[in-house]
């Protein structure tokens, strides 16, 4: 698998783990306070981070650190507040 081709499947599943989490979300499958929607927004965001880096996209790029920065802090939350609880 070539260089660019991993980037476009990074891209493309970061896509597809964000719809799929918004989805679930928009369902009332899941919360914003699960760790399988936080996890599935953290390794899409960083599928977009890998490919608009390799692209260039800068936007998208920071906007898409931020969004992990986002989710990983509210992971960090989730698992402080699982901890307290016993």
Known sequence: MTI????EVAGWIG??????????????KVTSKSVSYQAM???GAT???ANGV????????ILNVIWVGI?????IGIYAR???AG
């Open 71 to 75: 989710g990983v802090a509210a992971l």
């Open 47 to 49: 599928g977009f981070i």
């Open 15 to 28: 896509a597809i783990l964000i719809l799929a989490g918004y989805a679930l979300l928009t369902a009332e």
């Open 4 to 7: 660019d081709l991993l980037m």
């Open 54 to 61: 390799w692209h260039k996209a800068w936007p998208s790029a």
């Open 82 to 84: 699982r901890r307290a």
């Open 41 to 43: 927004n953290v390794i």
